[in-house]
């Protein structure tokens, strides 16, 4: 982004625009260059406003932004989580359809649109955007994308389409950590106890164990009759976070 000390006359001259002349043959005038220039100052200062959360200095700034350019996806999408961070869940679903509208084929915003929609529980409509985005030649880390759509349809719950989706997620990148655990807490909630520990051990071959993973992992073992792996898992546990909660359960059954 240019730094505001070029941008800002910019601006002044988009708002006193009579006074403006084209200084270029191109296609592109002067005026319209600064249109563009104003429009994404204030989205930037928008996007700044949200990241800090003051959102109604955020949403000023946005929809000024779309405004001045009303094809900016960018600026849709960020006033679209200023309105949820806001509770205005309906003004916030019209500006995330507005950035589909403007950039159909952007498989971000129809990941980020679709997490909106689960949120929300619209389950369907999410599940077509997070297909969209997640078969788009284009999307390089369509793995995290099939990967949201598998907890959703598992939040619905409709847990045959979440084991498709993280399966799917793990043929797009076969280690991918995520779906792995995904897939082992799946198969624990479905009393699947063996193939729990297969997708943990694969889990826990390439990722660092969080508290919650070594708890998780006792409680496979335990499930399996394991006395021994269980002993071990939290014994871990206790060693490596012993202030967690998880361990303060260990404890506390002992």
């Known amino acids: 982004m ?7 006359p910019s601006a002044i001259c988009f708002l006193l625009m009579a006074g403006c002349v084209s200084t270029t043959t191109g296609t592109i005038t002067e005026p319209e260059r600064n249109d563009k220039e104003a429009a994404d100052l204030n989205y930037q200062l928008g996007a700044r406003y949200y990241n800090i959360g003051n959102y109604n200095l955020a949403r000023n700034r946005l929809l000024l932004a779309v405004e001045i350019d009303p094809k900016m996806a960018a600026a ?3 006033l679209a989580l ?14 995330y359809e507005k950035a589909i509208r403007v950039a159909p084929r952007d498989f971000d915003i129809q990941n980020t649109y679709a997490v909106f929609l689960c949120r929300h529980q619209d389950y369907s409509q999410a599940q077509n955007y997070f297909d969209k985005a997640g078969s788009h030649p284009e999307n390089d880390d369509a793995e ?10 598992g ?8 084991e498709k989706y993280f ?6 990148k076969v280690n991918y ?5 995904q897939l082992c807490l799946l198969k624990f909630q479905q009393e699947e106890y063996l193939g729990a520990r297969a997708f943990l051990q694969r889990y826990m071959s390439g990722a660092i164990p969080t508290a919650g993973v070594l708890y998780l992992a006792s409680r496979i073992e335990d499930m399996l009759g394991n006395d021994r792996g269980k002993t071990e898992f939290e014994d871990q546990l206790i060693r490596e976070f012993p202030t967690s909660p998880e361990a303060r359960k260990v404890l506390g059954a002992g």
């Open 177 to 181: 950590a995520e779906a792995l655990l």
């Open 76 to 78: 849709y999408t960020t």
């Open 155 to 162: 939040q619905k719950p409709d847990l045959a389409a979440a």
């Open 2 to 8: 240019k730094k505001s000390n070029l941008i800002i």
């Open 82 to 95: 200023t309105y949820e961070a806001l509770d205005n869940q309906r003004l916030a679903r019209e500006a």
């Open 144 to 153: 995290v994308t099939l990967t949201n759509a598998g907890v959703c349809m």
């Open 167 to 172: 399966r799917m997620a793990l043929d797009h």
